[in-house]
């Protein structure tokens, strides 16, 4: 397989996106530094970019350039013809690593992340939050649980894609890295370096920057913005009993495709 401009790093939300940018970007010399978010090209986004701006960045970008997304490679976010029409071929013409996460700890983490900054979901139960209808990527009205399987499945489908589990980032970093590298027909740093999830860029603490200072560095920080500390089989502090029965009504099925117990 040649080697593409675009790659597509597509994931449901919580689902390990940035972990996976970073490990790629941070470890091969073919990848851009910068990685581009291609919900931006829609104006509704909260922040975006212009159709032609964006264009122009991603030509100017040399190597390959990631492009992170999470909508579903049907495009539905994007409203308007020409934007929709570019998402579609990115999405189209481009290799995709999807990373999938365990569903029952994607909820936990998307519960957590919309509580940060929603104010009417400050006392929202987790138990309610996810029995509400997905309000994300302008889908069919469907159940949290229910989308996640619908979002997993459809993305699977998709051609030129290849499969990554979040879990596998956690236990087996470098065959990972290797397996996508693989993939994507690129090369890697001989000493692959790990990426500390839980330190945000713009939160390193000063001992960081001093090492920085004289040539001496930790492990890559993250460029998640705040990404939360649930480690995986976090859902048991969270999942009552028959919370557990009505996510596996709405996604068993998907869960136990991906071999998920």
Same mark, same amino acid.
């Given at each position: 397989?040649?080697?593409?401009?675009?790659?597509?790093?597509?994931?449901?939300?919580?689902?390990?996106?940035?972990?996976?940018?970073?490990?790629?970007?941070?470890?091969?010399?073919?990848?851009?530094?910068?990685?581009?978010?291609?919900? #931006?090209?829609?104006?509704?986004?909260?922040?975006?970019?212009?159709?032609?701006?964006?264009?122009?960045?991603? %030509?100017?970008?040399?190597?390959?350039?990631?492009?992170?997304?999470?909508?579903?490679?049907?495009?539905?976010?994007? #409203?308007?013809?020409?934007?929709? %029409?570019?998402?579609?071929?990115?999405?189209?013409?481009?290799?995709?690593?999807?990373?999938?996460?365990?569903?029952?700890?994607?909820?936990?983490?998307?519960?957590?992340?919309?509580?940060?900054?929603?104010?009417?979901?400050?006392?929202?139960?987790?138990?309610?939050?996810?029995?509400?209808?997905?309000?994300?990527?302008?889908?069919?009205?469907?159940?949290?649980?229910?989308?996640?399987?619908?979002?997993? %499945?459809?993305?699977?489908?998709?051609?030129?894609?290849?499969?990554?589990?979040?879990?596998?980032?956690?236990?087996?970093?470098?065959?990972?890295?290797?397996?996508?590298?693989?993939?994507?027909?690129?090369?890697?740093?001989?000493?692959? #370096?790990?990426?500390?999830?839980?330190?945000?860029?713009?939160? #390193?603490?000063?001992?960081?920057?001093?090492?920085?200072?004289?040539?001496?560095?930790?492990?890559?920080?993250?460029?998640?913005?705040?990404?939360?500390?649930?480690?995986?089989?976090?859902?048991?502090?969270?999942?009552?009993?028959?919370?557990?029965?009505?996510?596996?009504?709405?996604?068993?099925?998907?869960?136990?495709?991906?071999?998920?117990?």
């Amino acid at each position: 397989m040649t080697q593409s401009k675009t790659i597509v790093i597509a994931t449901h939300r919580r689902s390990g996106t940035h972990w996976t940018i970073d490990a790629l970007r941070n470890n091969s010399p073919d990848i851009n530094p910068k990685f581009m978010t291609l919900e #931006q090209t829609e104006p509704s986004h909260h922040q975006p970019i212009l159709l032609a701006k964006f264009q122009s960045e991603l %030509e100017s970008l040399s190597g390959c350039v990631i492009l992170k997304v999470h909508d579903l490679p049907s495009a539905v976010y994007w #409203q308007g013809k020409h934007e929709r %029409e570019f998402a579609l071929a990115m999405i189209e013409n481009s290799p995709t690593i999807y990373v999938h996460r365990d569903g029952r700890d994607v909820m936990v983490s998307l519960y957590h992340y919309m509580k940060s900054f929603r104010e009417d979901f400050s006392d929202l139960s987790f138990s309610d939050f996810i029995r509400m209808d997905n309000e994300l990527d302008g889908e069919p009205v469907m159940s949290r649980p229910a989308y996640w399987a619908h979002h997993v %499945e459809t993305w699977l489908k998709h051609p030129n894609t290849i499969s990554i589990a979040y879990e596998s980032l956690e236990t087996d970093y470098e065959a990972t890295i290797k397996k996508m590298a693989n993939f994507l027909n690129i090369k890697l740093n001989n000493t692959l #370096q790990t990426v500390d999830l839980y330190r945000p860029k713009q939160n #390193q603490p000063i001992t960081t920057r001093l090492l920085k200072k004289i040539g001496l560095r930790r492990g890559k920080v993250s460029t998640a913005v705040a990404p939360r500390k649930g480690k995986s089989g976090d859902w048991r502090n969270h999942f009552s009993e028959d919370d557990l029965g009505f996510f596996m009504i709405k996604a068993g099925d998907m869960m136990r495709q991906l071999g998920y117990k």
